[in-house]
């Protein structure tokens, strides 16, 4: 499936599909210093793909670093600014970002941010900057050991999403995207649910579908709601106890990927859902068949839960000590704003745990 998607008010170009190189083509012309940020993958697995696919592209430098979450800080956000400073990049240069949800949160926020703007492209290069990271103008690093502390709601002019550039990715990072893919099947797209057909990641041989269906999902709601003062937030459905978990892994220096924490944070949370909102226990054990097929259990203990709640309550969108979650009102159906007790979170992480049915 091959597709141009403009969004309404036409500030962001979506070029969605293994022809979409062609269909963004022309869009280069207008920019007579380009310049692109990669990190040591992207300029080894994807570069060249990039340079065959657009051989008119003038080129004008590269900016490279390491690859890695710890490297989406401000030392390495200054070491962008400082290129591009050397390289006088200026409101005619275009930055392209090509690489994961790293490179396009950083390359945004220093494209954002240097002389008070300059366009960049988003080119990601991992299914879940595909599917995620690169839609929606959230851009930004970390500060403080704070994940993205800093940053801004920036728009590129266009995201090009190619699943070309997905064979050479390891493992690991085609199961964490698609922790986002099931997310987006569970808050708003049933047929999505029924296309995935209780499959593994591994098994799935209609990428560029499911990666087309899931990344327009993600355009959907931000087009109505690009600030996050409402449908957006059905996005954070798995994400408030899984943010949790991520960080508790990381004090703990145990590597989890970002989509391992948000498969537990959506079993919990969907458990969440079947006390608070309609949700039949019948589907909450459908759904999490289909997370435990994907995703083994993280090892957790019931000592662990008082940490875990903790951090829940440092999190920057507690307001007034209270959680604050999305849920599933039904299967393809979120609701946001959902106040819920401590002690509930505290059961669905013991469901957790146990590894029991819905009950
Ligand atoms: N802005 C948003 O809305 C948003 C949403 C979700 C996640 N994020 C951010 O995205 C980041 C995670 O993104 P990620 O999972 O893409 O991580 P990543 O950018 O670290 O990429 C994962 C690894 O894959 C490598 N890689 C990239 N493309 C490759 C390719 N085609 N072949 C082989 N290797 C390749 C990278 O070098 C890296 O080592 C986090 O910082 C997270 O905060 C942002
Ligand atoms: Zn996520």
């Not at 005619?92 to 690489?99: A, K, Q």
């Not at 920036?154 to 390891?170: G, K, M, R, W």
């Not at 309609?278 to 839960?305: H, W």
């Not at 999190?315 to 007790?341: M, Y």
Request: hydrophobic residues 40%.
């Amino acid at each position: 499936m091959n597709s141009y998607y403009n969004t309404d008010n036409g500030a962001v170009q979506y070029f969605i599909g293994s022809d979409s190189f062609q269909q963004a083509e022309k869009l280069f012309s207008d920019y007579p210093f380009i310049y692109i940020l990669i990190d040591e993958n992207t300029e080894k697995y994807c570069l060249d793909i990039l340079k065959k696919a657009l051989p008119g592209l003038k080129i004008r430098g590269y900016i490279k670093i390491p690859s890695g979450e710890s490297e989406k800080n401000l030392e390495r956000a200054s070491q962008i600014w400082e290129k591009l400073t050397n390289f006088d990049a200026n409101r005619d240069s275009l930055l392209i970002n090509l690489g994961g949800g790293v490179i396009t949160d950083m390359g945004g926020f220093c494209a954002g941010t240097f002389k008070r703007g300059i366009s960049f492209i988003n080119i990601p290069t991992t299914l879940l900057a595909q599917v995620d990271a690169a839609i929606g103008g959230k851009t930004g690093i970390n500060f403080m050991s704070i994940k993205n502390q800093i940053g801004l709601f920036c728009d590129p002019e266009a995201v090009i999403i190619n699943p070309v550039f997905l064979s050479t990715l390891e493992d690991k990072y085609w199961q964490s995207g698609f922790a986002e893919i099931l997310k987006y099947a569970l808050i708003m797209d049933r047929e999505l649910w029924n296309i995935l057909d209780m499959r593994r990641y591994s098994e799935i041989d209609d990428w560029e579908k499911i990666i087309s269906r899931s990344a327009k999902d993600k355009i959907d709601i931000v087009r109505y709601d690009k600030m996050e003062k409402g449908i957006r937030k059905n996005l954070n459905f798995g994400h408030t106890i899984g943010l949790a978990l991520e960080s508790f892994f990381l004090k703990k220096g145990v590597d989890i990927t970002h989509g391992q924490a948000i498969a537990a944070g959506m079993i919990c949370e969907t458990w969440i859902s079947s006390k608070m909102t309609d949700l039949e226990c019948v589907k909450v054990d459908e759904i999490i068949k289909m997370i435990d097929k994907n995703f083994s259990r993280l090892e957790i203990s019931e000592n662990d839960i008082p940490e875990i709640i903790d951090i829940m309550r440092q999190d920057k969108k507690i307001r007034d000590g209270l959680f604050r979650f999305s849920l599933l009102r039904r299967l393809g159906k979120a609701v946001h704003d959902i106040v819920v007790e401590p002690e509930l979170t505290e059961k669905s992480l013991l469901f957790y745990i146990n590894n029991k049915n819905c009950d």
